[in-house]
């Protein structure tokens, strides 16, 4: 919440960047705490089902608040940034809707030897790249999307906002269903679908300056 509105204080670009830096080791935070929750509370199917929620309330957040700040874009650029003011209404559920499970200890001499070797990062590297890949390039779009929407399409500050919006829309309705593409393909399968669409909406935006087929793309 502080560095999130901090935006909205700061008259210098470089207040801003740090702003910035601090609201991303805050989001990293969340992204993998509340992600390692969900692994201590749940596993199997329910873990699969609750990991496609998870990615749909990022998504239902990535349809409201680009449009929010696509709006108060046009009172000023630095409105946008009080809709980190959410944040501080999230902290009483986390104080009292939260509570961190009690994990089974294990007591085989087979898991105690397990834990002692610690973990092995060689055969996880690959998974790691590709998942960095895939960060790279969602956020490349999102970051460079209203620069081009503006200076290709014509686009307003509102028309931005939607089209930012179609990313969140778009990842809602795939989330949901998660689980059931989970019981249909492999996880191979699964980033190569999404390596293939990535592939394809670049490729449409590549090829058009027309702001409704960039949507589409999208």
């Not at 960047?17 to 805050?26: E, K, N, Q, T, V």
């Not at 969900?38 to 449009?67: C, H, R, S």
């Not at 994990?103 to 790249?129: A, M, Q, R, W």
């Not at 460079?144 to 809602?172: D, E, I, K, M």
Request: charged fraction near 5%; hydrophobic fraction near 55%; aromatic fraction near 16%.
């Amino acid at each position: 919440g502080l560095a999130g509105t901090s935006g909205f204080l700061m008259a210098s670009i470089y207040g801003i960047l740090i702003g910035r830096a601090f609201l991303g080791l805050a989001v990293a935070g969340v992204l993998s705490g509340f992600t390692t929750l969900l692994t201590d509370y749940f596993e199997g199917v329910k873990l699969n089902q609750f990991m496609g929620y998870q990615a749909a309330a990022i998504g239902i957040a990535g349809v409201i608040f680009p449009l929010i700040g696509g709006i108060l874009t046009e009172l000023g650029w630095q409105f946008p940034f009080l809709t980190y003011l959410l944040a501080f209404l999230l902290i009483p559920g986390i104080l009292f809707a939260i509570d961190e499970p009690v994990l089974k200890t294990k007591t085989s001499s087979l898991d105690s030897h397990e834990e002692k070797i610690g973990f092995k990062f060689n055969p996880v590297l690959p998974v790691y790249v590709t998942a960095f890949m895939g960060m790279l390039i969602f956020f490349g779009l999102a970051v460079q999307l209203p620069f081009y929407l503006t200076s290709h399409a014509g686009a307003s500050n509102s028309q931005v906002g939607l089209a930012l919006s179609v990313l969140g829309l778009t990842s809602v309705m795939t989330a949901l269903l998660y689980s059931r593409f989970k019981s249909h393909l492999s996880f191979q399968g699964i980033f190569s679908f999404i390596f293939l669409s990535f592939g394809t909406c670049y490729f449409v935006i590549a090829l058009t300056s027309n702001y409704w087929l960039i949507i589409t793309g999208l």
